[in-house]
């Protein structure tokens, strides 16, 4: 969390006109084809995956797939560069210092940040992994944001940015299984992070802007 606050410090609050036109940007007037790329992800999924969810999760799924443009817009919330694929496969650690290398970099977004956080503890680490550490590890990446210049984001509006953003761990598995031709391991990893997401998703509803789980 303190890596990745040093790509979001720096780059809180910065406008299309002054990033990389090259990098999506989520508000832009693009983004709402992601919308349709979700949908077609969820009527694939239900082909593929038809034994491994039940019915009231692909509801879930399409229910999401239908307000994907109002969640990844983000509308009145933070904004800096995201990762957007901030996961565990995609951090090279090292056994002789504290330092994390982040690979994969072509999701390269302008998007709410906490997209990144939201990845990594609703889908990569195990429940009982995330309500052990999750405080803490949120108030680390706090600290860590003001080091990197962000003054005027309290804690409480970091919650709120949080619990919408742990759709992300949805929004990359229903992508990924969707799109990448995936067996073996991969496919595993795919289902997994679905079914941690969804797991998550549910335990946090009561805390939800976004309840994707309420017909």
Request: hydrophobic fraction near 40%; charged fraction near 30%; aromatic fraction near 10%.
């Amino acid at each position: 969390v303190k890596n990745i606050a040093g790509l979001h410090g720096p780059s809180w609050g910065i406008t299309p006109d002054r990033a990389d036109p090259r990098i999506f940007d989520s508000r832009g007037p693009d983004a709402i084809i992601m919308q349709s790329h979700m949908q077609m992800a969820c009527k694939i999924n239900v082909d593929r995956w038809a034994g491994e969810f039940d019915r009231e999760t692909f509801d879930a799924f399409f229910r999401f797939a239908d307000r994907y443009d109002e969640w990844q817009r983000a509308e009145g919330r933070a904004r800096s560069i995201v990762h957007v694929d901030h996961r565990l496969d995609n951090l090279l650690f090292f056994e002789d210092r504290e330092e994390v290398v982040v690979v994969d970099w072509q999701t390269l977004q302008l998007s709410l940040p906490l997209r990144d956080i939201g990845q990594l503890f609703a889908a990569c680490i195990s429940a009982e992994m995330r309500r052990e550490h999750e405080q803490r590890l949120l108030h680390l990446y706090h600290e860590a944001l003001a080091r990197n210049g962000v003054t005027d984001y309290g804690f409480d509006r970091l919650l709120d940015d949080y619990h919408w953003s742990l759709l992300q761990g949805l929004h990359g598995g229903l992508l990924g299984i969707a799109t990448i031709p995936v067996e073996g391991r991969g496919k595993e990893l795919f289902l997994t992070k679905i079914r941690r997401s969804v797991a998550t998703l549910k335990e946090y509803r009561d805390r939800m802007p976004m309840d994707i789980f309420a017909a």
